[in-house]
């Protein structure tokens, strides 16, 4: 049984030579059921739950579904610490744990696996230092990273273009909240007027789902700027934030080349950075500065509460732990 395609898209697809898969098969094939679930997904979540189950059936030498009928919570816990031995990072073993946990949810209750062997009872979740989680910047380090695009070395032939882009890049990511992949598709198609304000249309998010995030006027107003500045250069392209190499001018930047840019100003200032980290700075200035937690999470665009009040509660607790106030003895 092959569960990854060519493409890494989640699949289930019988092989006729290497024997098809011998379970009472429901209404709907296996790579339907997965399909079904996953397929309104964004391509990159797709790719991590099936890489995710490809690694688990190449350690287990899992050849046809059947053979997950005795694969019990503790011969997963046993592929967790696998992994934990292996060396890979906290936050990785927890990725990779639950996609598994979605993908053998999904198998179970379609009729592909007797019983779900992921119990989070017993596979518990690793403990990831706060030190090391992507967390808020500073204002300050912002600005200071905005400064460092002015003077940053860049090729002469299009620094102008290269400076307003990356400057650009930084303040997009920042005030709308966007994933490096969003930003990546965004079109200029995709912003539009909706009354007396200004959108940006998501249609390949996480979830799947098409979402709409407001452009404030100060933003809009550069990416105005930078259309026009694009035209003036003989630049056509359907992105807002297209490839500047001379190669691929013009074509679509991929979601490390958004990354690759935030990384580099960061690094300019001496910090260690991805493009998440601005996205994080956004949720957590935004609750700190006392924006409802359901208005924070509607414009996070995330699907539980839980998981926007992570992003800064660890800084809370700090900042304001309850013990603070207790008289000294």
Not at 223 to 248: D, Y
């Amino acid at each position: 049984m092959e569960i990854i395609s060519a493409e890494e898209q989640i699949s289930v697809m019988p092989n006729p030579e290497a024997g098809a898969v011998a379970v009472n098969q429901p209404s709907l094939a296996p790579n339907e059921a997965l399909k079904l679930v996953f397929g309104e997904y964004a391509a990159n979540t797709q790719r991590a739950y099936a890489r995710a189950f490809r690694d688990l059936q190449e350690w287990a030498d899992i050849r046809e579904l059947r053979e997950m009928e005795d694969f019990d919570p503790l011969r997963m816990l046993e592929y967790k610490n696998q992994l934990k031995s292996s060396g890979k990072k906290a936050s990785t073993i927890n990725q990779t744990m639950s996609a598994l946990r979605k993908v053998c949810k999904v198998l179970t209750e379609f009729g592909y696996l007797k019983q779900n062997p992921f119990k989070a009872s017993v596979i518990r979740a690793e403990k990831v230092e706060t030190a090391t989680s992507k967390g808020a910047l500073q204002v300050s380090q912002l600005n200071a990273m905005i400064e460092a695009n002015k003077v940053m070395q860049y090729d002469g032939r299009i620094a102008p273009l290269l400076r307003f882009r990356n400057d650009l890049v930084l303040k997009f990511l920042y005030l709308t909240a966007a994933r490096r992949g969003e930003a990546s598709d965004l079109r200029w198609d995709d912003i539009v007027q909706d009354g007396d304000f200004y959108v940006a249309v998501l249609r390949h998010t996480k979830s799947g789902k098409e979402q709409r995030i407001k452009l404030r006027h100060e933003l809009h107003q550069e990416l105005s700027e930078w259309r026009s500045l694009l035209q003036q250069n003989n630049i056509e392209s359907a992105h807002v934030f297209p490839s500047l190499g001379f190669r691929t001018l013009g074509q679509k930047m991929s979601g490390k080349g958004i990354n690759d840019i935030v990384s580099r100003l960061g690094k300019a200032i001496g910090l260690n950075i991805s493009a998440h980290y601005l996205r994080h700075t956004a949720i957590t200035l935004a609750l700190e500065l006392g924006e409802p937690l359901q208005k924070v999470q509607s414009y996070a665009r995330h699907a539980s509460a839980n998981t926007t009040i992570r992003y800064f509660h660890d800084r809370q607790l700090l900042e304001k732990n309850p013990t603070d106030s207790l008289p000294l003895i």
